[in-house]
């Protein structure tokens, strides 16, 4: 229910920002481009979560051939689910940030979307309650992966 509140409140004032005169529009192939890179940044950002929050386990680097077929088939899935949980999001916060750059040129800059993307994506799983820490920061991580590169190839009619 939350979630759902949070979503029509992004919407609505996506919808806002984008009908105002001079509002920019972002840049879509950037944001699918963010949005594709969703499922495998969440991946790297959980395989980096395990190592970072649990640095005294060993990593085992033992390769087997018959686990690349299974490994191609994970980041094909990855891609996929990632894309189409990614994509709305991505576009209605890079529709938000955009318009509200238009007013202020320091959310303009790319860690200031960074951040935002890693706040977007990390603190509803958090208000969840989501306990694993690797988790969180796998969501913190792809939310900031996604708004950078959706941030790609935006420009501003004054900048």
Sequence with gaps: MLAALALLCLVCAAIF????????RPHFPSITLGAVAAGPAFLLGLALAALGWQPD????????????PALMGLMLAA?????????????????????LGRDNIGLRHPAFWALTGALAAGGPA???GMEDSEFLTAFA????????ISRWRVAWDDA
Excluded at 17 to 24: C, F, P, Y
Excluded at 57 to 68: A, F, K
Excluded at 79 to 99: C, Y
């Design 57 to 68: 386990r060993p990593v085992p680097l033992h390769v087997d051939s018959d686990l690349l």
């Design 17 to 24: 920002l984008l009908t105002r005169h001079g509002a920019r």
């Design 79 to 99: 891609v996929i689910v990632g894309t189409i949980i990614a994509f709305p999001l991505a576009m209605l916060g890079a529709m938000a940030l955009s318009g």
């Design 126 to 128: 958090a208000c969840i």
């Design 141 to 148: 991580f792809t939310g900031a992966v996604v708004a950078s």
